[in-house]
Each structure stands twice: as structure tokens, then as C-alpha cells.
T-cell receptor
Framework: GAVVSQHPSWVICKSGTSVKIECRSLDFQATTMFWYRQFPKQSLMLMAT?????????EQGVEKDKFLINHASLTLSTLTVTSAHPEDSSFYICSASRPGPYGYTFGSGTRLTVV | GENVEQHPSTLSVQEGDSAVIKCTYSDSASNYFPWYKQELGKRPQLIIDIRSNVGEKKDQRIAVTLNKTAKHFSLHITETQPEDSAVYFCAASRGGREKLTFGTGTRLTIIP
């Protein structure tokens, strides 16, 4: 079946530093990648949508200069949290889709802790 | 944009009984409705989905019903087991490359 590999699974960083999260589709071409954030005991909230080769579309309230998304190829999308602050601590998870009745394939998630 | 409401937020049922979780959506163009089970710190796991051309779908102990006119869909779990304890999310999408909007989640606890 379709697999999306997400790394790192967890990361601790200092305030003010940047962190990059990668999602790779291993056996299919992810034409669209969705990035979600999930705070404890809450639902998955969509941050942005990226289509391969295009600029990402951000949801209302999500700072595009803080959360940089790159989707340069059909198998790799990255989310960079810049100048991280403790309030950015959360569970970040990607989800890939492709044309056709295939649904959505989720990465394993990244637990980010900013100290 | 799409808005998905989910009820109840918590649900406790005796082992062997049935559990029902309900969702409503707002976007009449939505045509794909998956249900996910999520354990702490893990990715959502698809347990069943339904598309708008179908009113009901069943997979062993799990079933989903869809009422497009009323814009609501429900998850039914029968003969519940302790391993069914988890957080369940409904979601809705226009399908294809369109975004998936999640409900608020239901914490299901099965009491042995």
C-alpha cells in the first residue's frame, strides 16, 4: 500500500531556531501534500496545502513566513518551522493525496517541543 | 469553507455493546467521508470510508451511514472490545486533491 515516511518522529529545539520536517511518498507520486497541526486533545487542523511545483496555500491564521512549505518534487515535501517558540510545540503531520480514488495517506507525525 | 461537527466528544460503553458517533458537514459539494481511529502520538488510521454515491457501508463490526440530504454521517461499532478504545475522527472532503476537514473527535472508552 501507499506509504508516506515522515522525519523526524520527534525533535526538541531551542526557542529562536528553525526545524525542518520531511515527508516522502515512498511508492507513489504525491501530487498534493497537506500539512496539519494537532495540539493535545484537539483535532487535526489544516495548516496549508501544497501542490508539486507550486506555492503552498495557507489556511487563515497560519503565518506563511513562519511555516515554510516546499514541495519541489512529487515525492518530497518539507515544512520548516522558523524562529520556533514554545507555543509552536505540537504534533505536525503530513497527508498526501494523488489523482484517483485513493484517499489520503498520512505520515507518522512529528512531535515538536520548543524549549 | 467546510465545517464538520462531531458528537459526542466522549463516549463510554460497556464491552459488547454498540457505539455510535455522529457527524454533520456543511459543504454540499463534499463527497468523501472517512473515519479515522487515532491512538496517542500516532497517525490517524483509516477504519472505514464512504463516498456520496453510497448510503451505507459495512466492514465486519464497523459500519458507516450517510444521509446526503441532511448532510450527516454516522459511525457504528458493534460488539465493542477493549481495543476499540481510542479517539475517533470523522472527516469530509470534495475528494481528489481537495483538503480533508476533520471533526472535533470522540474519545471512546470501552468498559470491560
Amino acid at each position: 500500500g501507499a506509504v508516506v515516511s515522515q522525519h523526524p518522529s520527534w525533535v526538541i529545539c531551542k526557542s529562536g531556531t528553525s526545524v525542518k520536517i520531511e515527508c516522502r511518498s515512498l511508492d507513489f507520486q504525491a501530487t498534493t501534500m497537506f500539512w496539519y497541526r494537532q495540539f493535545p486533545k484537539q483535532s487535526l487542523m489544516l495548516m496549508a496545502t501544497s501542490n508539486e511545483g507550486s506555492k503552498a496555500t495557507y489556511e487563515q491564521g497560519v503565518e506563511k513566513d513562519k511555516f515554510l512549505i516546499n514541495h519541489a518534487s512529487l515525492t518530497l515535501s518539507t515544512l520548516t518551522v522558523t524562529s520556533a517558540h514554545p507555543e509552536d510545540s505540537s504534533f505536525y503531520i503530513c497527508s498526501a493525496s494523488r489523482p484517483g480514488p485513493y484517499g489520503y495517506t498520512f505520515g507518522s507525525g512529528t512531535r515538536l517541543t520548543v524549549v | 469553507g467546510e465545517n464538520v461537527e462531531q458528537h459526542p466528544s466522549t463516549l463510554s460503553v460497556q464491552e459488547g455493546d454498540s457505539a455510535v458517533i455522529k457527524c454533520t458537514y456543511s459543504d454540499s459539494a463534499s463527497n468523501y467521508f472517512p473515519w479515522y481511529k487515532q491512538e496517542l502520538g500516532k497517525r490517524p488510521q483509516l477504519i472505514i470510508d464512504i463516498r456520496s454515491n453510497v448510503g451505507e457501508k459495512k466492514d465486519q463490526r464497523i459500519a458507516v451511514t450517510l444521509n446526503k440530504t441532511a448532510k450527516h454521517f454516522s459511525l457504528h461499532i458493534t460488539e465493542t472490545q477493549p481495543e476499540d478504545s481510542a479517539v475517533y475522527f470523522c472527516a469530509a472532503s470534495r475528494g481528489g486533491r481537495e483538503k480533508l476537514t476533520f471533526g472535533t473527535g470522540t474519545r471512546l472508552t470501552i468498559i470491560p
